[in-house]
């Protein structure tokens, strides 16, 4: 069996770092921002969710699966794509070359902002041990401390418009890249439908903010035992 051309890999890799920022990447970010935004609603639609969420069987292993590797991958890839990539947005200041530029600027900044996010809420969680806590409770202290400072509320507000202008950038780079949308016209209406999908992305993400911040309620564990 003759190798695989050099050529051939990297282009089966740029495919693969795009569909990862699709599925699972994407739609986790998509349902993420949702079921956050539950906070907005009510206190108890939100514990519920995560309390549901985080006492599925085998999540330790589907978050690593379809989150973390993923993840990993994607932003790996990001960065050598950015590194190897040609820098011309100065000298050829074209609307989406800028696009490109800031596609990159984002996601270095999305991959700091996941390192604080991860570290303030899932790491404390392996730390102490699943079996000690409710989810919900924890989590909605974490949040309400995030929130009552300037600097929490600015880490997660330039987070939540990163992720969202990368994201939504990134659909309409995925698909082009992959001959979804074909010519000038249908290329122009694509960037204004993804526009306006990462605006409600970040108007959910941005209200979710405002209700830890201007209104912060603690919780109750809702079984015997949990800290």
């Not at 950015?82 to 984002?106: C, D, F, H």
């Given at each position: 069996?003759?190798?695989i051309p050099k050529g051939q890999v990297h282009f089966?890799?740029?495919?693969?770092?795009?569909?990862?920022?699709?599925v699972p990447i994407g739609l986790f970010l998509t349902?993420?921002?949702?079921?956050?935004?539950?906070?907005?609603?009510?206190?108890?639609?939100?514990?519920?969710?995560?309390?549901?969420?985080?006492?599925?069987?085998?999540?330790?292993?589907?978050?690593?699966?379809?989150?973390?590797?993923?993840?990993?991958?994607?932003?790996?890839?990001?960065?050598?794509?950015?590194?190897?990539?040609?820098?011309?947005?100065?000298?050829?200041?074209?609307?989406?070359?800028?696009?490109?530029?800031?596609?990159?600027?984002?996601?270095?900044?999305?991959?700091?902002?996941?390192?604080?996010?991860?570290?303030?809420?899932?790491?404390?969680?392996?730390?102490?041990?699943?079996?000690?806590?409710?989810?919900?409770?924890?989590?909605?202290?974490?949040?309400?401390?995030?929130?009552?400072?300037?600097?929490?509320?600015?880490?997660?507000?330039?987070?939540?418009?990163?992720?969202?202008?990368?994201?939504?950038?990134?659909?309409?780079?995925?698909?082009?890249?992959?001959?979804?949308?074909?010519?000038?016209?249908?290329?122009?209406?694509?960037?204004?439908?993804?526009?306006?999908?990462?605006?409600?992305?970040?108007?959910?993400?941005?209200?979710?903010?405002?209700?830890?911040?201007?209104?912060?309620?603690?919780?109750?564990?809702?079984?015997?035992?949990?800290?």
């Open positions: 069996m003759s190798n089966l890799l740029l495919k693969i770092h795009s569909l990862t920022g699709l349902l993420h921002l949702l079921i956050n935004s539950l906070r907005t609603v009510g206190v108890l639609p939100y514990q519920w969710s995560i309390d549901a969420i985080n006492n599925l069987p085998f999540l330790i292993w589907i978050e690593v699966f379809f989150i973390y590797i993923p993840l990993l991958f994607h932003s790996f890839m990001g960065f050598y794509i950015a590194w190897s990539g040609e820098k011309n947005a100065i000298r050829y200041r074209y609307p989406r070359n800028w696009m490109y530029v800031l596609q990159r600027l984002t996601g270095a900044v999305v991959f700091v902002f996941l390192i604080y996010h991860l570290g303030t809420t899932v790491a404390p969680k392996l730390w102490y041990g699943h079996h000690l806590f409710e989810a919900a409770p924890f989590l909605i202290d974490i949040m309400n401390q995030e929130f009552s400072t300037w600097t929490g509320r600015i880490i997660y507000l330039v987070g939540i418009l990163s992720v969202t202008f990368h994201f939504a950038n990134g659909l309409w780079g995925f698909c082009v890249s992959w001959g979804i949308i074909v010519g000038p016209r249908a290329q122009r209406n694509a960037g204004i439908v993804f526009l306006l999908f990462g605006g409600a992305l970040t108007v959910l993400g941005v209200a979710t903010v405002l209700e830890f911040s201007l209104h912060p309620v603690d919780v109750e564990p809702s079984f015997e035992g949990a800290s």
